[in-house]
C-alpha cells in the first residue's frame, strides 16, 4: 500500500468508492469532511441511490448482478483512471479483500485503501491463515493444517478433531462457506456441498475443518496500524448475537467477559497483526468458551460494526485508512485510545425473520430513521427507494451510546421504537432485535451464538418473531450478504 498525501495537507486529491450503501455514504462522507473530491461507482439497480446523489462524480459501470458491476474491476479501473482518481476505497464485501484487485490497483498506478496484497492473500486463506498466526503464538481452534482433498483425509481429520466440527471455505468469509456437522454419517455430503457452495461462491473449493464450540462467545478486536511500524487494538467487540452466521447485534465493550480474557485477545491481535506486516484496519476474529480462545479469522477490511468503536473511541476509522493508505502516520498512540461508555449497534435487515430470514426487497412506502441523544443511524435508505433484491439486504445501523450498559440498551430499544420501516411487502428484522433486547439471557450478557436458536430465547417470546427450519445435522451456509 503506497501513496502520499496531496501538497495542500489532504491525502489524496480524489477518492474513488467502489462499493454501494451504507459503506459508501459513509466513506463518501469522511472524505467530505476532509476536502477530497469523491468518485462513486454504482450499478443500474442503484441509480437512485443516496450514495449517488452523494457523491461528487458518480460513474454507471454495469447492469444490477455484482459480477457485472461491484465484482468487476476493469469497469472499476476504467472509472477510476478517466475521473483523476488517486485511491480506490473498497468499502466491505465485493472486493474489500481480493488480493489480486489490489494487485490491479498498483499496476495502474491507483492507492488500494486496505492492507497490502501479499497480507491479503496470506490472511484469506483462512486455512493458511491460522498455520502463519498459530506459529506467531496465537491460539487457533484445532483442526487441519491446510485443505482436505479427499473424503479419506476428512474423515481421518474428523477422528482427529472430534465432533461437532465445522467445514470452512477456505477463500470463505462474512458467514458463508460453512457446514456445521454434528452427526458423523453426514460429514461426507457436508464435505461434498460445502465445496460445491464454496466453487460457486469464491470460485475455490478448497476447504478446511476446525472444532466447533456450538455455545461460544464471538468476540473481536479492532486493529489499525501504519506503515510506520505503529500496531493499535481499540478495544473489542462482542459479536455473538448472530443468525446462520451472520451478526445481528454487536456492542463494545464485550460484557461479563472473564478477568485478563479482553486484555489477552488485545495482545494476540497486536502479536499477529505484526506477525504479518499488516497496515490499515482489520479485525481479529475470537471464539471464547469458558476460559479459552482461539482465533478463528482476520478480516482485511472495514467491518459493518465499526460504529461501535467510533462511539466508544471517538476515532474515525475511515480517516485512519485515507492517512495510512497515504503513507501517513496514525494520529494518536496506544495510551491515548480510550474508550468510554458503551455503544450498541443492531443491524436492521429487510428479511422476515417468520420465514427464516428470507431477504423482503421492495419499494419503501415510508422509512423514518429514530433520533435523539447519543443515537447514530448509519442507512441510505429513504422514503420512495427501492430495495433491490440482487444485494445484501442490510437497510441500517442504529447504534445507541451510554455510559453504562443498561442506559445503552434502553436508549437503543427506544430508538428502535421510533423507527418506521412500511413498504408492500418489505419485513424488517426490527421486531426481532427489541425482542433480543429484552431477553433476560441477552440482558445479563451471558448469550451466545447458539443464543438465537437456544431454547432459552424462545421461551423468552423469540418464537414471536422467529420461525426456523428443523433441525438438522448440517447446515449448509451460504447466504447472499458478507
Not at 14 to 35: H, K, M, P, S, Y
Not at 237 to 247: G, L, M, P
Not at 359 to 380: A, E, I, K, M, W
Given at each position: 500500500m503506497t501513496g502520499a498525501p496531496a501538497a495542500d495537507g489532504r491525502y489524496f486529491d480524489t477518492v474513488l468508492v467502489a462499493n454501494r450503501g451504507e459503506i459508501a455514504l459513509r466513506v463518501l462522507r469522511t472524505c467530505r469532511e476532509l476536502g477530497i473530491r469523491t468518485v462513486l461507482v454504482y450499478s443500474t439497480s442503484d441509480r437512485d441511490s443516496a450514495a449517488v446523489l452523494a457523491a461528487d462524480e458518480a460513474v454507471l459501470i454495469g447492469p444490477g448482478p455484482p459480477r457485472q458491476s461491484y465484482l468487476y474491476p476493469p469497469a472499476i479501473i476504467e472509472a477510476a483512471l478517466r475521473t483523476g482518481a488517486q485511491a480506490i476505497h473498497p468499502g466491505y464485501g465485493f472486493l474489500s479483500e481480493d488480493p489480486d484487485f489490489a494487485e490491479i490497483c498498483a499496476a495502474n498506478g491507483l492507492v488500494f485503501v486496505g492492507p497490502r496484497p501479499q497480507v491479503m492473500a496470506q490472511l484469506g486463506d483462512k486455512a493458511k491463515a491460522r498455520a502463519l498466526l498459530s506459529r506467531a503464538g496465537v491460539p487457533v481452534l484445532p483442526g487441519t493444517p491446510g485443505p482436505v482433498r479427499s473424503s479419506a483425509e476428512v474423515t481421518?481429520?474428523?477422528?482427529?478433531?472430534?465432533?461437532?466440527?465445522?467445514?470452512?471455505?477456505?477463500?470463505?468469509?462474512?458467514?458463508?462457506?460453512?457446514?456445521?456437522?454434528?452427526?458423523r454419517d453426514r460429514l461426507l455430503p457436508a464435505y461434498r456441498s460445502t465445496r460445491a457452495a464454496a466453487r460457486t461462491a469464491f470460485g475455490n473449493d478448497d476447504v478446511y475443518l476446525e472444532r466447533y464450540w456450538p455455545r461460544a462467545r464471538h468476540v473481536e478486536v479492532q486493529v489499525l496500524a501504519d506503515q510506520h511500524g505503529t500496531v493499535l487494538h481499540l478495544g473489542e467487540r462482542d459479536c455473538s448475537v448472530q443468525r446462520r452466521h451472520q451478526k445481528l447485534i454487536e456492542e463494545s465493550p464485550a460484557p461479563e467477559l472473564p478477568d485478563g480474557v479482553a486484555d489477552r485477545l488485545a495482545e494476540y491481535a497486536v502479536r499477529g497483526a505484526r506477525a504479518v506486516?499488516?497496515?490499515?484496519a482489520g479485525?481479529?476474529?475470537f471464539l471464547i468458551d469458558?476460559?479459552?480462545?482461539?482465533l478463528i479469522e482476520v478480516n482485511c477490511r472495514i467491518q459493518v460494526e465499526h460504529p461501535v468503536t467510533e462511539m466508544v473511541t471517538g476515532i474515525d476509522l475511515v480517516r485512519e485508512q485515507l492517512r495510512v493508505a497515504a503513507g501517513l502516520p496514525l494520529t494518536l498512540t496506544?495510551?491515548?485510545v480510550r474508550p468510554r461508555g458503551v455503544a450498541v449497534e443492531c443491524r436492521i435487515n429487510a428479511e422476515d425473520p417468520t420465514r427464516d430470514f428470507a431477504p423482503s426487497p421492495g419499494r419503501l412506502d415510508r422509512f423514518v430513521p429514530?433520533?435523539?441523544?447519543?443515537?447514530?443511524?448509519?442507512?441510505?435508505?429513504y422514503p420512495g427507494w427501492r430495495v433491490p433484491p440482487e444485494y445484501d439486504s442490510l437497510l441500517a445501523k442504529v447504534v445507541a451510546w451510554a455510559p453504562d450498559r443498561a442506559q445503552a440498551l434502553a436508549r437503543l430499544d427506544r430508538a428502535l421504537a421510533e423507527l418506521r420501516v412500511d413498504g408492500p411487502g418489505v419485513r424488517t428484522t426490527r421486531d426481532l432485535v427489541r425482542e433480543i433486547l429484552a431477553d433476560p439471557v441477552f440482558r445479563a450478557g451471558r448469550h451466545t451464538t447458539s443464543f438465537l436458536d437456544s431454547a432459552a430465547f424462545r421461551n423468552t417470546g423469540g418464537t414471536a418473531s422467529v420461525v426456523r427450519p428443523p433441525d438438522r445435522a448440517v447446515e449448509v451456509v451460504a447466504p447472499p450478504g458478507g
Amino acid at each position: 500500500m503506497t501513496g502520499a498525501p496531496a501538497a495542500d495537507g489532504r491525502y489524496f486529491d480524489t477518492v474513488l468508492v467502489a462499493n454501494r450503501g451504507e459503506i459508501a455514504l459513509r466513506v463518501l462522507r469522511t472524505c467530505r469532511e476532509l476536502g477530497i473530491r469523491t468518485v462513486l461507482v454504482y450499478s443500474t439497480s442503484d441509480r437512485d441511490s443516496a450514495a449517488v446523489l452523494a457523491a461528487d462524480e458518480a460513474v454507471l459501470i454495469g447492469p444490477g448482478p455484482p459480477r457485472q458491476s461491484y465484482l468487476y474491476p476493469p469497469a472499476i479501473i476504467e472509472a477510476a483512471l478517466r475521473t483523476g482518481a488517486q485511491a480506490i476505497h473498497p468499502g466491505y464485501g465485493f472486493l474489500s479483500e481480493d488480493p489480486d484487485f489490489a494487485e490491479i490497483c498498483a499496476a495502474n498506478g491507483l492507492v488500494f485503501v486496505g492492507p497490502r496484497p501479499q497480507v491479503m492473500a496470506q490472511l484469506g486463506d483462512k486455512a493458511k491463515a491460522r498455520a502463519l498466526l498459530s506459529r506467531a503464538g496465537v491460539p487457533v481452534l484445532p483442526g487441519t493444517p491446510g485443505p482436505v482433498r479427499s473424503s479419506a483425509e476428512v474423515t481421518g481429520a474428523a477422528a482427529r478433531i472430534g465432533l461437532p466440527l465445522i467445514i470452512k471455505a477456505s477463500a470463505g468469509g462474512g458467514g458463508r462457506g460453512m457446514s456445521v456437522v454434528h452427526d458423523r454419517d453426514r460429514l461426507l455430503p457436508a464435505y461434498r456441498s460445502t465445496r460445491a457452495a464454496a466453487r460457486t461462491a469464491f470460485g475455490n473449493d478448497d476447504v478446511y475443518l476446525e472444532r466447533y464450540w456450538p455455545r461460544a462467545r464471538h468476540v473481536e478486536v479492532q486493529v489499525l496500524a501504519d506503515q510506520h511500524g505503529t500496531v493499535l487494538h481499540l478495544g473489542e467487540r462482542d459479536c455473538s448475537v448472530q443468525r446462520r452466521h451472520q451478526k445481528l447485534i454487536e456492542e463494545s465493550p464485550a460484557p461479563e467477559l472473564p478477568d485478563g480474557v479482553a486484555d489477552r485477545l488485545a495482545e494476540y491481535a497486536v502479536r499477529g497483526a505484526r506477525a504479518v506486516g499488516y497496515t490499515g484496519a482489520g479485525t481479529f476474529e475470537f471464539l471464547i468458551d469458558g476460559s479459552e480462545t482461539a482465533l478463528i479469522e482476520v478480516n482485511c477490511r472495514i467491518q459493518v460494526e465499526h460504529p461501535v468503536t467510533e462511539m466508544v473511541t471517538g476515532i474515525d476509522l475511515v480517516r485512519e485508512q485515507l492517512r495510512v493508505a497515504a503513507g501517513l502516520p496514525l494520529t494518536l498512540t496506544q495510551p491515548e485510545v480510550r474508550p468510554r461508555g458503551v455503544a450498541v449497534e443492531c443491524r436492521i435487515n429487510a428479511e422476515d425473520p417468520t420465514r427464516d430470514f428470507a431477504p423482503s426487497p421492495g419499494r419503501l412506502d415510508r422509512f423514518v430513521p429514530p433520533g435523539g441523544p447519543f443515537v447514530r443511524v448509519d442507512t441510505h435508505a429513504y422514503p420512495g427507494w427501492r430495495v433491490p433484491p440482487e444485494y445484501d439486504s442490510l437497510l441500517a445501523k442504529v447504534v445507541a451510546w451510554a455510559p453504562d450498559r443498561a442506559q445503552a440498551l434502553a436508549r437503543l430499544d427506544r430508538a428502535l421504537a421510533e423507527l418506521r420501516v412500511d413498504g408492500p411487502g418489505v419485513r424488517t428484522t426490527r421486531d426481532l432485535v427489541r425482542e433480543i433486547l429484552a431477553d433476560p439471557v441477552f440482558r445479563a450478557g451471558r448469550h451466545t451464538t447458539s443464543f438465537l436458536d437456544s431454547a432459552a430465547f424462545r421461551n423468552t417470546g423469540g418464537t414471536a418473531s422467529v420461525v426456523r427450519p428443523p433441525d438438522r445435522a448440517v447446515e449448509v451456509v451460504a447466504p447472499p450478504g458478507g
